[in-house]
């Protein structure tokens, strides 16, 4: 079906422009064109008037929906999860960051050195993201090549947007999931040739995390990430066992933010997943060069990891997003981990009083507008903005009357993939 140029679509629009507030527009119209935000309108404008009258097959090149009393929304961006972790979810979450990686993780990712176990899995990894409403993410794969192309067909068939890592690993991992480090960098280079230039799903620099890189691998990555304009994407900070381990692998670097930097893959496109114990020197160089920190709280809760002192590295100026970490978080939906992320918050605060609460137009505006920015005018409605939505529907709430901020309000703690009526990506519903 070709895609008509200009999509309007009518309901309750709220989005965060800002972390501080929802806007709403209620009974409103947002209108784009060729996939980007024009406007959201009380009343259609000058040459759109009357359209809404109109039967579809009457309207040239304008696609028109009126969903009524449904809430129109951004959707959701899950900026850190594991592909490869999508059936482990669940499992084995009483153990720690490195007994788990060591006894669950591994075991579970060496699956995927078999292409067919990829051809079962990848699929429902790819529908779960669309089901939840997360349509663009940032993933991990494995270390396996073939495995990694049935990941990106399977994002690419189901529509959706998204950075995927092929993960690098060199060292301390079991010999199944050691690579040699010059075939490492063998094949993230044709990996990335193969799918720099695909419109939707991309590559990103992926080293698993400083333990399991020589530095000879993290400088490799680093050079290709310049070269190729690519981002980057790791684990930080997350389990005191696992800084200790890279105090001992690294002993010339004095934080772990340090062993990133020294080895050129710290910049403002790299993610860095956790960042739990970040040093106040780490959190520094991290808001100077921009780098982004992916908060994680389902697994820094599953894996007793810590708490990520989030309202106070926001309100020191760091760029943050969410992320849900499957299968270290159990939840797909970023909506629950927006919860989770106002309730860890919570109980921060609850020990250390002048840590603040985070509010819950905070937490949507990082799993939206923040979880956007490596795409750059995403997760918004404001004009230009990609035309990125999801309609959400409660029908009881509707009948018992419930304001529309009630009804986000409902969805993002109670809701499901049941709520989730229209999903569109770029203008187009997938
Ligand atoms: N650190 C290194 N690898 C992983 C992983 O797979 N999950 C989490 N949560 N942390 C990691
Ligand atoms: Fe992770």
Not at 81 to 105: F, K, N
Not at 312 to 330: F, K
Request: aromatic share 10%; net charge negative; proline share 5%.
């Amino acid at each position: 079906m070709t895609m008509k140029e200009t999509l309007i679509l009518k309901g309750n629009i709220i989005h965060c422009p800002t972390p501080r507030e929802f806007e709403i527009h209620e009974n409103s119209y947002i209108i784009s064109r060729k996939g980007k935000v024009l406007g959201i309108y009380p009343e259609l404008p000058g040459d759109y008037k009357g359209i809404d009258s109109k039967l579809p097959e009457d309207l040239q090149n304008i696609e028109f929906h009126d969903f009524g009393q449904a809430l129109i929304i951004p959707s959701f961006i899950d900026l850190h999860i594991h592909a490869s972790q999508y059936m482990q979810r669940g499992l084995g979450l009483d153990m720690q960051l490195i007994p788990w990686l060591e006894q669950y993780t591994f075991p579970h990712e060496k699956l995927f050195a078999q292409e067919e176990y990829a051809r079962r899995i990848y699929p429902h990894f790819a529908e779960s993201l669309h089901s939840v409403g997360s349509l663009r993410s940032c993933i991990f794969g494995t270390i396996h090549q073939e495995s990694n192309e049935i990941l990106m067909q399977s994002l690419m068939d189901r529509g959706l947007i998204a950075y995927v890592g092929k993960v690098n690993m060199d060292c301390n991992a079991p010999d199944y999931l050691c690579e040699n480090t010059g075939q490492s960098l063998k094949e993230t280079r044709a990996f990335i040739k193969e799918f720099q230039n695909n419109p939707r799903v991309k590559p990103i620099i992926t080293p698993r995390f400083a333990p399991s890189c020589t530095s000879e691998l993290m400088r490799g990555l680093a050079d290709l990430a310049e070269e190729f304009d690519v981002p980057i994407q790791s684990h930080i900070s997350e389990n005191p066992e696992e800084l200790q381990w890279v105090k001992e692998l690294f002993p010339h670097c004095d934080s772990y933010s340090e062993v990133y930097r020294n080895h050129g893959l710290w910049n403002s496109q790299t993610l860095m997943a956790h960042g739990v114990y970040l040093t106040e020197q780490g959190k520094e160089w991290m808001r100077q060069a921009g780098v982004q920190v992916v908060h994680c709280p389902e697994a820094n809760l599953n894996l007793t990891s810590g708490i990520m002192p989030l309202t106070d590295m926001l309100d020191a100026g760091l760029i943050i997003g969410l992320g849900s970490d499957v299968g270290a978080g159990q939840s797909m939906a970023i909506n629950r981990v927006m919860v989770r992320a106002i309730q860890s918050s919570k109980i921060l605060h609850k020990f250390t009083p002048q840590s603040r609460v985070l509010s819950l137009s905070e937490a949507f505006y990082l799993g939206t507008k923040a979880n956007g920015r490596l795409w750059g005018k995403v997760g918004s409605f404001e004009p230009e903005y990609s035309m990125d939505a999801l309609v959400i529907q409660d029908e009881l709430a509707d009948r018992e009357g419930f304001s529309p901020l009630e009804k986000l309000q409902r969805f993002i703690y109670c809701g499901d993939d049941r709520n989730i009526a229209a999903r569109y990506l770029e203008g187009r519903r997938i």
